[in-house]
């Protein structure tokens, strides 16, 4: 079940995404305060998963800032014993839902070049590679993929008649 993370204890919520940081980034993760400082920034939108049989044992988050035009994907992480289960694809679901809640025109993130589980899940949603970022994740100095995944239709030009809504064909045929 996915919920927001308001709807739960903020101190447990900081704590067991702490505990997850380390679980599953070592040296990269991000400390208690760091969390705690993440979750209260300003435009940021975070999800938790949390366990179908208690609804409050945490078992991924996930968590995006939106600048007013992009939704950026600040984090996604599952329990290593719950993942390979579908957590992040319904974090992932959810966030682009919230994302387009808001507006936001794109969803963009960085992924290591070397988590093939983070970049096939990014593929099946429709992420697409922009660019690479050297050295970008440290201490190890790996690279990163930038990928984007378009949320609204952008039109470029003119739009055809055929692609008009049926209401507004109808309204320039009684002109």
Known sequence: MIVEYAAMDGDAVVARIAELERDLFSSGAWSRE????????????????????????????????????????????????RQRQGVATQLLDALIGKAREQGARRMLLEVRVDNTPALNLYQRHGFQRMGLRKRYYQPEGVDAYTMALDLAPRTIGFQSAAAAPQHEREENDHE
């Not at 991924?60 to 600040?74: C, K, N, P, Q, V």
């Open 34 to 81: 760091a969390v705690r400082q993440e979750l209260a920034a300003p435009a940021r939108t975070y999800l938790l998963a949390v366990d179908d049989t208690d609804h409050t044992t945490i078992i991924g988050y996930a968590g995006f800032w939106y600048d007013g035009d992009d939704a950026e994907l600040m984090t996604i992480g599952v329990d290593p014993s």
